[in-house]
């Protein structure tokens, strides 16, 4: 890739003794490299469009391809994303956002035409998916979905959800009261955005089919309390991640600054959180809309064919094991709640277990220290996908025992079952590893260092990089369908350069900090809702599939929503706090900015 430093190793044939110096000229300049044993490496940057070329001690060295100009980085997701939103059908988007950036590859690396054509489509599958494959947690992802799908489908067979949706339903006697529990439940849920949308989705589907709740509505209420909620919350699969990038940029800043940062990882957290618009105002939007009854835009109409038709309009792209627990499940057997109860439960404990567990294992217990802080040291130190995969695991093995136990099923309907539930996994299984693989591309082609880069370089004085941050964040997520992707690429990028521009304006500590703690809100918040609004997100495809929903068709009907919310927390929240509003007054202008947006846009 042109203008991104590319390390060249040099190696001698003739190694003349253990070290020895040679001078390599690239670009008009003479750098001298030092060679231990015939070995030595220069870092530098090639030009757009240009062969990358070299000269050592007189003699001239050409590479057989060509820099890749950067802001061609941009074309795989932007191809993706638009084909997903112009033909509604995610498959063949991921498909050719691929094979946009393998081909590229592969005609700047000298091949021809249809050659780049032909090697582009065996690096699909030979690099990209492979890389993804052979990731661990990404495996640990498939194998945890793989698990829910097989104990929900087989808590369905044995008339264990229908159990639970009559219970829920002396609660849930109306539509609103429905999506209320759907809610409720997404907050409870709040140590994993994963576990969240997998475990709420499939326990609420079959009850929001009862009431003719659209799939589409469905799925935005999961969607949006998932990673909100795991986003902000004190003790959750995130905490490791965030403040982790916060320490590491904090020590970046100590390090080369006068004027450093004092507070700790998990203080400049806790702060940050008073910022934390998005997030926070996206939980509280989903209240409002249910609590009004009032829609608006695409969601309307699925919610008016649903009340209508009594099902969604769009398809549903993602296989579900049965629309309704009610015709799935045996009509012989009694309806028992606790038999989806108990191993649901199971996955919750067992998770919350599990976090606790390997948290242990790494950081221990500091008797010196009080309970919350020892708690959350413990939980960021936590390993989240050992704990999912105990925890799918444990639920699985509950259902088993309780269905064979009570003799519900035989013991090959219960093998069945649960390996029918597995099948149902497998095409949204197969867009997850397609979204990864084009956010691998996305990663090895540079494109968020392209999109940083092309913010960092407007001038812009200190109080309007929170805004910028968030833009950024925004479409960094949106363009790699990865909130934590981003939080890992802009918390290192960003926060040490804020804090350089901050000193450079001579702002008092006081000012700084108080920005600094709206910009690691904004990385945070600005990931999230690029997440939300991307056709390629992981937990946006998750959510999809636990609620049996289209996914182009939920990512249509939640974006003018997440654009709503987008737009309140720029304008109301993180652009007025910068400039000295007090955060809990933008938090109450911004509450009533959207519910006379929902009372005077949105429909009964």
């Given at each position: 890739m042109s203008d991104v430093e590319t390390e060249i190793k040099i190696s001698a044939s003739a190694p003349a003794g253990d070290s020895t110096l040679i001078q390599v000229k690239h670009l008009d300049r003479v750098v001298p490299v030092m060679l231990k044993g015939g070995q030595g490496n220069l870092v530098i940057r090639a030009e757009p469009n240009k062969y990358l070329k070299v000269s050592v001690n007189g003699h001239d060295y050409s590479s057989g391809s060509k820099a890749i100009p950067l802001w061609y980085s941009v074309i795989p997701p932007f191809i993706a994303i638009l084909f997903a939103l112009l033909f509604r059908e995610v498959f063949s988007a991921l498909l050719f956002g691929l094979l946009s950036g393998t081909f590229m590859i592969a005609w700047y690396g000298g091949a021809g035409?249809?050659?780049?054509?032909?090697?582009?489509?065996?690096?699909?599958?030979?690099?990209?998916?492979?890389?993804?494959?052979?990731?661990?947690?990404?495996?640990?992802?498939?194998?945890?979905?793989?698990?829910?799908?097989?104990?929900?489908?087989?808590?369905?067979?044995?008339?264990?959800?229908?159990?639970?949706?009559?219970?829920?339903?002396r609660y849930a006697e109306s539509r609103r009261?429905?999506?209320?529990?759907?809610?409720?439940?997404?907050?409870?849920?709040?140590?994993?955005?994963?576990?969240?949308?997998?475990?709420?989705?499939?326990?609420?589907?079959?009850?929001?089919?009862?009431?003719?709740?659209?799939?589409?509505?469905?799925?935005?209420?999961?969607?949006?309390?998932?990673?909100?909620?795991?986003?902000?919350?004190?003790?959750?699969?995130?905490?490791?991640?965030?403040?982790?990038?916060i320490k590491n940029a904090v020590d970046v800043i100590n390090a080369g600054v006068d004027t450093g940062i004092s507070e700790s990882p998990y203080s400049i957290f806790l702060q940050s959180l008073s910022y934390s618009f998005y997030p926070i105002l996206t939980l509280l939007f989903v209240g409002m809309l249910i609590i009004s009854r009032r829609d608006y835009g695409p969601m309307r109409?699925?919610?008016?064919?649903?009340?209508?038709?009594?099902?969604?309009?769009?398809?549903?792209?993602?296989?579900?094991?049965?629309?309704?627990?009610?015709?799935?499940?045996?009509?012989?057997?009694?309806?028992?709640?606790?038999?989806?109860?108990?191993?649901?439960?199971?996955?919750?404990?067992?998770?919350?277990?599990?976090?606790?567990?390997?948290?242990?294992?790494q950081a221990g217990w500091d008797s010196q220290a009080g309970f919350g802080n020892n708690l959350s040291v413990v939980i960021g130190h936590a390993d989240a996908f050992r704990s999912l995969l105990w925890a799918a695991?444990?639920?699985?093995?509950?259902?088993?025992?309780?269905?064979?136990?009570?003799?519900?099923?035989?013991?090959?309907?219960?093998?069945?079952?649960?390996?029918?539930?597995?099948?149902?996994?497998?095409?949204?299984?197969?867009?997850?590893?397609?979204?990864w693989s084009l956010a691998q591309l996305t990663k090895n082609l540079n494109t968020a260092e392209y999109l940083a880069a092309v913010m960092l370089q407007l001038e812009i004085t200190p109080v309007w990089v929170p805004v910028i941050t968030f833009i950024l964040a925004g479409v960094v997520a949106f363009s790699t369908g990865s909130s934590w992707g981003t939080m890992a690429i802009l918390y290192p990028l960003l926060l040490p350069t804020a804090w350089t521009l901050f000193?450079?304006?001579?702002?008092?500590?006081?000012?700084?900090?108080?920005?600094?703690?709206?910009?690691?809100?904004?990385?945070?918040?600005?990931?999230?809702?690029?997440?939300?609004?991307?056709?390629?997100?992981?937990?946006t495809i998750l959510s999809s599939l636990a609620t049996g929903c289209n996914h182009v068709e939920h990512v249509r009907t939640q974006l003018p929503y997440a654009i709503t919310t987008g737009l309140v927390s720029i304008l109301i929240g993180i652009i007025p706090v910068s400039f000295g509003l007090n955060p809990l007054l933008a938090f109450g202008l911004s509450m009533a900015v959207l519910w006379l947006a929902i009372w005077f846009i949105g429909k009964k």
């Amino acid at each position: 890739m042109s203008d991104v430093e590319t390390e060249i190793k040099i190696s001698a044939s003739a190694p003349a003794g253990d070290s020895t110096l040679i001078q390599v000229k690239h670009l008009d300049r003479v750098v001298p490299v030092m060679l231990k044993g015939g070995q030595g490496n220069l870092v530098i940057r090639a030009e757009p469009n240009k062969y990358l070329k070299v000269s050592v001690n007189g003699h001239d060295y050409s590479s057989g391809s060509k820099a890749i100009p950067l802001w061609y980085s941009v074309i795989p997701p932007f191809i993706a994303i638009l084909f997903a939103l112009l033909f509604r059908e995610v498959f063949s988007a991921l498909l050719f956002g691929l094979l946009s950036g393998t081909f590229m590859i592969a005609w700047y690396g000298g091949a021809g035409f249809f050659a780049s054509f032909g090697l582009g489509l065996l690096r699909i599958i030979d690099t990209y998916v492979i890389q993804t494959l052979t990731n661990s947690d990404h495996i640990s992802i498939v194998v945890f979905s793989l698990l829910i799908g097989g104990m929900v489908h087989l808590v369905t067979k044995n008339g264990g959800m229908k159990g639970v949706v009559n219970q829920i339903s002396r609660y849930a006697e109306s539509r609103r009261s429905t999506l209320l529990s759907t809610w409720f439940l997404g907050l409870v849920v709040f140590f994993d955005d994963y576990a969240n949308t997998l475990v709420v989705g499939n326990t609420m589907r079959p009850l929001a089919d009862r009431m003719k709740i659209s799939r589409e509505k469905l799925s935005y209420v999961v969607d949006s309390t998932a990673a909100p909620v795991a986003s902000i919350a004190f003790i959750t699969t995130w905490i490791g991640a965030e403040l982790s990038y916060i320490k590491n940029a904090v020590d970046v800043i100590n390090a080369g600054v006068d004027t450093g940062i004092s507070e700790s990882p998990y203080s400049i957290f806790l702060q940050s959180l008073s910022y934390s618009f998005y997030p926070i105002l996206t939980l509280l939007f989903v209240g409002m809309l249910i609590i009004s009854r009032r829609d608006y835009g695409p969601m309307r109409r699925a919610e008016m064919a649903a009340r209508s038709a009594g099902n969604s309009t769009a398809e549903t792209m993602l296989p579900v094991t049965e629309d309704n627990a009610e015709q799935s499940a045996d009509p012989t057997l009694r309806p028992r709640g606790y038999n989806a109860l108990i191993p649901v439960l199971t996955v919750i404990a067992g998770t919350c277990a599990g976090l606790f567990v390997t948290g242990m294992e790494q950081a221990g217990w500091d008797s010196q220290a009080g309970f919350g802080n020892n708690l959350s040291v413990v939980i960021g130190h936590a390993d989240a996908f050992r704990s999912l995969l105990w925890a799918a695991f444990s639920g699985l093995l509950i259902a088993i025992i309780l269905t064979l136990a009570q003799r519900l099923l035989t013991l090959r309907k219960v093998v069945d079952s649960t390996i029918d539930g597995f099948k149902t996994m497998l095409s949204a299984m197969m867009i997850l590893v397609l979204a990864w693989s084009l956010a691998q591309l996305t990663k090895n082609l540079n494109t968020a260092e392209y999109l940083a880069a092309v913010m960092l370089q407007l001038e812009i004085t200190p109080v309007w990089v929170p805004v910028i941050t968030f833009i950024l964040a925004g479409v960094v997520a949106f363009s790699t369908g990865s909130s934590w992707g981003t939080m890992a690429i802009l918390y290192p990028l960003l926060l040490p350069t804020a804090w350089t521009l901050f000193h450079d304006h001579n702002l008092q500590l006081q000012d700084s900090m108080m920005l600094f703690h709206i910009i690691v809100a904004s990385v945070l918040a600005g990931a999230v809702f690029g997440d939300h609004c991307s056709p390629i997100s992981d937990t946006t495809i998750l959510s999809s599939l636990a609620t049996g929903c289209n996914h182009v068709e939920h990512v249509r009907t939640q974006l003018p929503y997440a654009i709503t919310t987008g737009l309140v927390s720029i304008l109301i929240g993180i652009i007025p706090v910068s400039f000295g509003l007090n955060p809990l007054l933008a938090f109450g202008l911004s509450m009533a900015v959207l519910w006379l947006a929902i009372w005077f846009i949105g429909k009964k």
